[in-house]
């Protein structure tokens, strides 16, 4: 079973969640704000927290935490910078401008 956040920023073309074996119960938790890039694929009983960055082509078969990026094969998760005065990338759904 997946489960999905209220507040999910993205998911592109080509992605791909689910189970890492079929005897398994439980698949990926997305958390709010997460943007999962174009190919990547996120499988297992793990947790891909808040405001996380998955980038395109990405194999996550672990825990991403909270404000982190997670890239290649298999993924390695860092912490987001969030220098003073950035801009956050991904905004959170009341953030965003309305078109």
Same mark, same amino acid.
């Given at each position: 079973?997946?489960?999905?956040?209220?507040?999910?920023?993205?998911?592109?073309?080509?992605?791909?969640?689910? =189970? #890492?074996? $079929?005897? !398994?119960?439980?698949?990926? @938790?997305?958390?709010?704000? &997460?943007?999962?890039?174009?190919?990547?694929? %996120?499988?297992?009983?793990?947790?891909?927290?808040?405001?996380?960055?998955?980038?395109?082509?990405?194999?996550? =078969? #672990?825990? $991403?935490? !909270?404000?982190?990026?997670? @890239?290649?094969?298999?993924? &390695?998760?860092?912490?987001?910078?969030?220098? %003073?005065?950035?801009?956050?990338?991904?905004?959170?759904?009341?953030?965003?401008?309305?078109?």
């Amino acid at each position: 079973m997946l489960k999905l956040q209220m507040e999910c920023s993205g998911i592109r073309n080509g992605v791909v969640v689910g =189970l #890492c074996r $079929v005897g !398994d119960k439980c698949g990926p @938790v997305i958390g709010n704000r &997460v943007d999962i890039g174009a190919g990547a694929k %996120a499988a297992g009983n793990i947790l891909l927290g808040d405001n996380v960055l998955i980038c395109e082509n990405t194999a996550v =078969l #672990c825990d $991403v935490s !909270d404000n982190s990026v997670a @890239v290649g094969v298999p993924a &390695v998760a860092k912490p987001r910078r969030m220098d %003073a005065g950035s801009v956050d990338p991904i905004p959170s759904k009341s953030e965003r401008p309305i078109s």
